[in-house]
């Protein structure tokens, strides 16, 4: 029985804070992180994503990792660009 997507498909939206979680209520989704650098100087009409990493934990419940995905290290990402995630 599969009980949640094999790959998922993400959209970058940068006009959105950290407040506003739009993958946690998805199927598969248990967890998302947020991290921004509070800079003053920030220019947020300029803003990219330079990395993105997925893991994925068993479901013990002890957080043992079995796919880590860091395809997205080293990129430059905005809104409306799509990364896409595949499960194991």
């Known amino acids: 029985c599969v009980c949640s997507p094999l790959s998922y498909t993400f959209t ?5 804070n950290c407040d506003t979680d739009t993958f946690i209520d998805n199927p598969g989704i248990g967890d998302t992180v947020c991290l921004v650098i509070n800079d003053d100087d920030v220019d947020f009409d300029t803003l990219k994503v330079i990395d993105v990493q997925f893991l994925q934990v068993d479901t013990s419940g002890n957080l043992i990792v079995i796919n880590q995905d860091d395809t997205y290290n080293n990129v430059s990402l905005s ?3 799509t990364l896409t995630f595949d499960s194991v």
Do not use: E, M
């Open 79 to 81: 809104t409306g660009d």
């Open 12 to 16: 970058i939206n940068l006009n959105q």
